[in-house]
């Protein structure tokens, strides 16, 4: 059904998005862009050593994409880069493991993140939710790169 | 006379929507436990019974290759094949059938001329003038041949109801243009241009015109000698008929001086190792063997709209297309995107803070099919201010049923997003 893709949760992150806007004190960013579509977010991050201490994004999106990246900033401020990268394995499972993802619903790692469980049904859209979560692991894999964002260790 | 008016009234007696639907098995099926819907028209049709049995009857009973053995066989496909390209100079209004160039479809169409046709004599500052309304496939293939030459593509503007500006457009030609390429019918806004004044215009400067005519074919009747261009590119698979079979229309004296794209069996008059001679047009385009069974389904395609006489056809789609332009005009939070002053096939729309691709998911589920996106013009929709749309699209097909679902479906839309708002 269609209130599973669109649950309450998704609905309001996408009318009032969390962390949304500039990222004053950001020491990492990425673009992310679905081609398919024109959707765009930018991913900004401050990290301090190994931790991700603020999340910010901005940018176009439908409401799954918007929703996700909302979440997703909330999900991850105070998190370990490690503990990110494998939130993001967690959340792809999530969205593409077929039927056969009960042990993922019942991740309690994921928390509400398993709002999107709904999205599986909708391999179109599987791109929209992960497009911030792509924009935030290449936001992180700058590390040792020139690029303009850059860190102390 | 009012068209509008006095096709209103006379459209049901004419036009038998049922008989129709009935020539499509895909539209009785279900999608998601609903009535389909399909108001996708205009990326790709869906196809009449009479289509696939000809691929069958060819398949089953004529198939060879052509042009090349002595055989029954493959002098019935030769037969068949070269009826096709003579059926699609009819429907064009050809003056001949040598100017049928059977393609993949519009966009290897525009490619051709692009590489045989301008790329040869395209020179460092030389121009190439488009339109911002232009599909991907009519700007791509002249950025590639402008890069090369080091040659410049222009663009002509459009107003913010979605009208080619046609004197500004004039005003850009000039000694350096070597060509002017112009959709007939705008895939995204649905905008009909004035291809005869645009073409008239051109050429009292010298300046041959390419039309991609992709979402003209199927709505309106295409005259190559009226409308004066030089050009003009479709696909079957949006006329009903078979993917992977196009057509490039070319006026014979162009087609005449034009050097081969591509080389292969088929298109060669002799082959030494020295030097290869090429055959006349059409075959000078055609390198290999072609897709014969995609032209002879292409032919019966052209055969079923023609009988079920184009001017109903139109008539009938205005009708809706009219009908759903006021209905959605009247949707609270619905925007029409493009307000063109003569337009067929499409219909654009956005809704206030809901994203086209959230609008696509949940009308789908409601066994609505419409696309959503920048339709593979991106240029225009920065110009319009937009990321995306929402666009339905008509064919022969839809009736006001399709249009009821569609609306229905957008309440649904508005209600799951309005939920706590
Ligand atoms: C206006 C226009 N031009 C060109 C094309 C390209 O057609 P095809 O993909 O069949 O080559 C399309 C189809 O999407 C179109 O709508």
């Known amino acids: 059904m269609i209130e599973d893709l669109y649950q309450d949760i998704i609905l309001d992150h996408n009318r009032n998005p969390r962390n949304f806007g500039p990222l004053a004190q950001a020491n990492r960013s990425a673009r992310g862009y679905n081609p398919l579509c024109g959707d765009k977010v930018e991913v900004q991050l401050q990290v301090d050593g190994d931790r991700i201490t603020a999340v910010g994004f901005q940018g176009s999106g439908c409401a799954i994409s918007t929703a996700s990246a909302s979440m997703m900033t909330q999900k991850l401020t105070g998190a370990t880069i490690d503990e990110a990268e494998s939130m993001f394995a967690r959340f792809h499972d999530l969205l593409t493991e077929g039927d056969a993802g009960e042990a993922q619903e019942d991740d309690e790692e994921l928390g509400e993140l398993e709002v999107f469980a709904g999205v599986r049904r909708f391999p179109m859209r599987v791109k929209c939710a992960t497009l911030a979560w792509h924009a935030l692991r290449a936001a992180l894999s700058d590390q040792g790169e020139e690029g303009p964002v850059k860190t102390e260790a | 006379m009012n068209p509008k008016t006095t096709d209103r009234k006379t459209t049901p007696l004419r036009f038998d929507l049922d008989r129709i639907r009935g020539d499509f098995p895909i539209l009785s099926r279900e999608v998601h436990g609903r009535r389909l819907a399909y108001l996708d028209n205009a990326a790709s049709t ?69 590489r045989s046709f301008a790329a040869p004599h395209l020179g460092p500052d030389d121009e190439i003038l488009i339109t911002t309304m232009e599909h991907h496939s009519n700007i791509v293939p002249w950025q590639l041949a402008c890069e090369a030459a080091g040659a410049r593509l222009r663009v002509a503007p459009i107003s913010d109801d979605g009208d080619l500006e046609i004197d500004r457009l004039e005003s850009m030609i000039g000694d350096k243009t070597r060509l002017v390429s112009v959709v007939h019918v705008s895939n995204s806004l649905g905008t009909v241009n004035p291809i005869a004044e645009i073409a008239r215009r051109a050429h009292s400067r010298g300046v041959p015109v390419l039309v991609d005519g992709a ?73 290999g063997t072609p897709n014969i069974s995609g032209a002879v389904g292409l032919s019966a395609a052209l055969d079923y709209i023609d009988e079920l006489n184009i001017e109903s056809v139109r008539a009938h789609e205005a ?102 708002g």
Not at chain 2, 46 to 65: D, G, I, M, T, W
Not at chain 2, 254 to 269: A, S, V
């Open chain 2, 46 to 114: 869906q196809k009449p019974r009479a289509v696939v049995e000809a691929l069958e009857n060819f398949y089953f009973s004529e198939y060879s290759n052509v042009h090349r053995g002595v055989h029954y066989l493959s002098q019935r496909a030769t037969e068949a094949f070269e009826n096709a390209r003579a059926r699609v100079g009819r429907f064009v209004n050809a003056e001949r059938a040598e100017e049928i160039v059977f393609t993949r479809g519009a966009t290897e169409a525009i490619n051709l001329v692009a």
């Open chain 2, 319 to 420: 009708e809706l297309i009219d009908d759903t332009l006021l209905r959605l005009e009247q949707t609270e939070g619905v925007h029409l995107i493009g307000r063109p002053a003569r337009r067929c096939g499409v219909i654009s729309f956005n809704m206030e803070g809901i994203h086209p691709h959230d609008i696509g998911s949940i009308v789908d589920l409601e066994g609505v099919a419409i696309r959503t996106g920048h339709h593979c013009t991106q240029p225009l929709m920065d110009r319009l201010g937009v990321t995306a749309t929402a666009r339905a699209s008509f064919g022969i097909y839809n009736g006001r049923d399709d249009v009821d679902a569609l609306l229905n479906a957008l309440d649904k839309v508005r209600s799951i997003f309005g939920k706590g």
């Open chain 2, 215 to 287: 979402q003209a074919a199927p709505h309106l009747p295409i005259d190559v000698q009226s409308l004066g261009c030089d050009f003009y590119a479709f696909s079957g698979h949006k006329v009903y008929g078979p993917t992977g079979i196009g057509v490039l229309w070319g006026r014979h004296e162009l087609l005449e001086q034009m050097p081969p794209w591509q080389g292969g069996g088929d298109m060669i008059e002799s082959v030494s190792f020295e030097k290869t001679t090429y055959r006349e047009p059409p075959f000078r385009f055609e390198a």
